[in-house]
T-cell receptor, first 115, second 116 residues
Framework: AQSVTQLGSHVSVSEGALVLLRCNYSSSVPPYLFWYVQYPNQGLQLLLKYTSAATLVKGINGFEAEFKKSETSFHLTKPSAHMSDAAEYFCAVSHSGGGADGLTFGKGTHLIIQP | NAGVTQTPKFQVLKTGQSMTLQCAQDMNHEYMSWYRQDPGMGLRLIHYSVGAGITDQGEVPNGYNVSRSTTEDFPLRLLSAAPSQTSVYFC???????????????FGDGTRLSIL
């Protein structure tokens, strides 16, 4: 079985400050890990994915995430928050690469950007 | 190139009614999935399919049926709607990448369903 825990249902940061969204996973096999972003009334958009090629993964919009096997973590970061980053963020895990048998999602973290 | 198209975008049903949520993709992806999204719950997998004629249950399959007669379409059926099925439903697709590295899922814009 696999699961994902996202710490903090809401995270608030000031514009220009560091963004850190936490994700811990549980998987019985080497995982594939993903971060998705959801803007209001829209579907999910892929930010980045980890597929064992490199532990530091760079994604779109200046986001990156680091896979730490010893900590079973895949935290999402961005050096400087922008107002347009306000959205819901989901961490997800799969043991099949994401497609064949779907994804297991965390409950999401709502990112609030303070002006 | 439309990607993943879900219809309808909004629907209100009465308890006990039936309906089908449509999902169509034009990317020739083998894999398709249905999720429901509820506040504070993230997305939960309902059913998935690895190809035409093949479907399987996800985490929350009760009350839903699926079929996959073509690569392009993966409809989700509610046979007798219940208020607990009020949710936002997302369809997702992905293809099999090179070197057996599966590709991430592409999501539709969702169907907002209310059961009264």
């Amino acid at each position: 079985a696999q699961s994902v825990t996202q710490l903090g249902s809401h995270v608030s940061v000031s514009e220009g400050a560091l963004v850190l969204l936490r994700c811990n996973y549980s998987s019985s096999v080497p995982p594939y890990l993903f971060w998705y972003v959801q803007y209001p009334n829209q579907g999910l958009q892929l930010l980045l994915k980890y597929t064992s090629a490199a532990t530091l993964v760079k994604g779109i919009n200046g986001f990156e995430a680091e896979f730490k096997k010893s900590e079973t973590s895949f935290h999402l970061t961005k050096p400087s928050a922008h107002m347009s980053d306000a959205a819901e963020y989901f961490c997800a895990v799969s043991h099949s690469g994401g497609g064949a048998d779907g994804l297991t999602f965390g409950k999401g973290t709502h990112l609030i950007i303070q002006p | 190139n439309a990607g993943v198209t879900q219809t309808p975008k909004f629907q209100v049903l009465k308890t006990g009614q039936s309906m089908t949520l449509q999902c169509a993709q034009d990317m020739n992806h083998e894999y398709m999935s249905w999720y429901r999204q509820d506040p504070g719950m993230g997305l939960r997998l309902i059913h998935y399919s690895v190809g035409a004629g093949i479907t399987d249950q996800g985490e929350v399959p009760n009350g839903y049926n699926v079929s996959r007669s073509t690569t392009e379409d993966f409809p989700l059926r509610l046979l007798s709607a219940a208020p607990s099925q009020t949710s936002v439903y997302f369809c997702a697709t992905s293809g099999r990448g090179l070197g057996h590295s599966n590709q991430p899922q592409h999501f539709g814009d969702g169907t907002r369903l209310s059961i009264l």
